[in-house]
């Protein structure tokens, strides 16, 4: 590692990799947007997006948790009531997200002809033509010891 916050190009490359992994992926988006308005109870978050699963809510807010971007408040009532809110961090979120969203609101619509293009032009179909398969490396191996250099 380098002086200061440098990081060195491999580690970089994956932490961004991975933060756009934690932020870009659906159900992040439309988290981090509905708290944009407040604090919300894990329902009202569940019910206002509609399809997602319980499961699959809790998984998402709980690495926006971990990853400091929300807050979980429990608050000592029976039953007790859990809220969940934006850190100051995860208000930042906001703006790049806003920014990508009106990138695509301009750009989709070359994106799909291009798609078309493409489509229509066959690059993406499998050939014809089948090569030999190849078992796993393992299994190709013949089984006498192996040699010590």
Not at 8 to 35: F, N, Y
Not at 43 to 72: A, F, K, P, W, Y
Not at 88 to 103: H, Q, S
Request: aromatic share 4%; glycine share 6%.
């Amino acid at each position: 590692m380098t002086p200061s916050n440098k990081q060195e190009p491999e580690e970089e490359c994956q932490a961004i990799s991975e933060t756009l992994a934690r932020i870009g992926d659906k159900w992040t988006v439309l988290v981090v947007e509905l708290l944009a308005g407040g604090p919300l109870r894990f329902n009202e978050i569940r019910h206002t997006i509609g399809n997602i699963s319980q499961r699959m809510l809790t998984l998402t807010l709980r690495e926006l948790e971990r990853d400091g971007l929300v807050t979980r408040t429990v608050f000592p009532t029976i039953p007790p009531r859990v809220e969940y809110q934006l850190t100051k961090l995860g208000r930042t979120l906001r703006e790049p997200l806003i920014a990508v969203a009106e990138w695509v609101r301009k750009h989709q619509p070359a994106m799909v002809a291009a798609r078309k293009i493409f489509d229509a032009a066959g690059i993406a179909k499998p050939s014809h033509r089948r090569a030999p398969r190849r078992g796993p490396a393992i299994l190709s191996r013949s089984r006498t010891p192996a040699r010590s250099d």
